[in-house]
């Protein structure tokens, strides 16, 4: 599959058939990792089954328009999974906005990878897809996603209790937007 975007050293794309053991390792590998700050992780996420289904249903929400759920892959190895990245909820009508979530592998904190997928998601959300709101939100403990987003040029709107179901309970989350101000 096409990249969705690049950026200087990421690239997003839709995972497709052939990347089923591959995105498979990367929830393997990072379960620990990403547990705390997730929903309880379906069993199906471990299983190359589940993504060789999975990228077909993915294409179709994309080019229905209705969300981008991809992982991001570094440039340098093209066939590596380091992150996840969706613009998911994607509304249309007087709302054009949309909800970013977005997680990386231990292996590849520290490294500035987050902040540059994040902005090239927002540039992506506002030319592309013609978005004039993009929103994401964390919970008050989680200081890289609050850092991230901060850098990103997110603003905090307002403070959500027992906001999501996170790792078995309902966890406070801080809520943040972006907005195209030169949208038409």
Known sequence: MTAVFETERLCLRLPARQDAAEVARFYHANREHLQPWSPTLHPGLFSEDFWAGEADRRLGDYQAGLEVRGFLFLREAPARVVGNLSLAQ?????????????????????????????????????????????????????????????????????????????????EDHVLTAITNRGWS
């Open 90 to 170: 994607i509304v249309r009508g007087a709302f054009h906005a949309c909800t970013l979530g977005y997680a990386l592998a231990a292996e590849a904190q520290g490294h500035g990878y987050m902040l540059e997928a994040v902005r090239g998601a927002v540039a992506y959300a506002f030319g592309t897809v013609g978005l004039h709101r993009v929103m994401a939100d964390y919970m008050p403990r989680n200081r890289r996603s609050a850092a991230v987003l901060r850098h990103a040029g997110f603003v905090v709107e307002g403070y959500a209790r027992e906001y999501l179901r996170i790792n078995g309970r309902w």
